[in-house]
């Protein structure tokens, strides 16, 4: 189902940082191939993530041994390489879930203008 929403301008390097974290997640939910992760990314609202940064991303996790890959025959042209996380990589993802964690809730305090003082009148 899509979550879309209209998305405000973005830091590629904010998206650098936490798109191996959303890949692994991706993929915890099901099996996917790169066009097809790049399409769910889409429609959870990073309408603008092209190809050409997903690919590197799961060629790394690969080469961690955060993913593992296989093909799939396809009746409409060449067998197509879907990824699954490896035990390895579930556990990755949940270290980084935490870390993402601990990271928003101090980003999030920081961003919170304290309440105001009240003025007291003598």
């Known amino acids: 189902m899509p979550r879309s929403r209209p ?3 973005r830091d590629p390097q904010l ?7 959303l890949v692994l997640a991706l993929l915890r939910e099901s099996d996917s191939y790169g066009y097809e992760l790049v399409t769910r990314l889409q429609d959870l609202g990073l309408e603008d993530i ?16 955060d993913v593992e890959s296989y093909l799939v025959q396809s009746s409409a042209g060449p067998a197509r390489k879907y990824y699954r996380p490896t035990p390895a990589g ?10 993402w964690q601990a990271l928003t809730h101090v980003v999030t305090l920081a961003l919170t203008p304290p ?7 003598s």
Do not use: I, N
């Open 50 to 65: 092209a190809a050409g940064s997903v690919y590197p991303v799961l060629t790394r996790l690969e080469r961690d041994g």
């Open 7 to 9: 998305s405000p301008p």
């Open 90 to 99: 579930l556990q990755h993802l949940l270290t980084q879930r935490r870390a």
């Open 115 to 121: 309440p105001h003082p009240k003025e007291h009148r």
């Open 15 to 21: 998206l650098k940082g936490v798109l191996p974290m």
